[in-house]
């Protein structure tokens, strides 16, 4: 069965990194667009960033933009979001999530989440 | 494109028949798609592409819409129904969510 589980979270300080991972299991990995989104405590649901299977093209939120970087390893069946100058607002549980390969950018499986939070 | 649900929050009771709806701040064609949350869970795919139900989704569910005007109706709520649903439109970067609608017990 389809599994998504992120890993890396944590407790850090403004302006450091952290590296999300998240490893996938049950499906072809490298056949899927993938996606991270983000829910910051109490608050709704943001999309962070994506990467394709094809091309390795990227997008990110503006909110992220220039911070924040995905990537996949299609050997390994992971995907990551390297983070830096880390926000107190990027306090949130960080998601990855696979895209429907029948519908752009609806996501059918999603991990469990990850908390980050940024403190001093 | 901004994404906008209402209401914020509804109380129905087991067995009712509610509506949520979602407009997008320009037109996006059939591209929205719906989730469901529970509390401390990953959000869970409803349906995409406008109307279209995942495989194992309730018949109960249901969604319509094109354009910049949505909604997501449930038949007959059942106890397992009370979540918090998000609509996301999937037309162009960034891809984003309302502001959720949170279903409660009545």
């Known amino acids: 069965q389809v599994q998504l589980v992120e890993s890396g979270g944590g407790l850090v300080k403004p302006g450091t990194s952290l590296r999300l991972s998240c490893a996938a299991s049950?499906?072809?990995?490298?056949?899927?667009?993938m996606t991270w989104v983000r829910q910051a405590p109490g608050k709704g649901l943001e999309w962070v960033s994506y990467?394709?299977?094809?091309?390795?093209?990227?997008a990110y939120a503006d909110s992220v933009k220039g911070r924040f970087t995905i990537s996949r390893d299609d050997v390994n069946n992971s995907l990551y979001l390297q983070m830096n100058d880390l926000r107190a607002e990027d306090t949130a549980v960080y998601y990855c999530?696979?895209?429907?390969?029948?519908?752009?950018?609806?996501?059918?499986?999603w991990g469990q989440g990850i908390l980050v939070t940024v403190s001093s | 494109i901004q994404v906008t649900q209402s209401p914020s929050s509804l109380s129905a009771s087991v067995g009712d028949r509610i509506i949520i709806s979602c407009r997008a701040s320009?037109?996006?064609?059939?591209?929205l798609n719906w989730y469901q949350q529970k509390s401390g869970r990953a959000p869970k795919l409803l349906i995409y592409?406008?109307?279209t139900l995942k495989g194992g989704v309730p018949l109960r569910f249901s969604a319509s819409g094109s354009g910049t005007d949505f909604t997501l109706t449930i038949n007959s709520l059942q106890p397992e129904d009370f979540a918090t649903y998000y609509c996301?439109?999937?037309?162009?970067?960034?891809?984003?969510f309302g502001q959720g609608t949170k279903l409660e017990i009545k």
């Open positions: 999530a696979r895209d429907d390969s029948r519908a752009v950018a609806a996501y059918d499986f």
């Open positions: 592409a406008a109307s």
């Open positions: 320009q037109r996006i064609s059939t591209y």
């Open positions: 990467i394709s299977s094809v091309d390795g093209t990227t």
């Open positions: 049950g499906f072809t990995f490298s056949d899927y667009y």
């Open positions: 996301q439109q999937s037309y162009s970067q960034p891809y984003t």
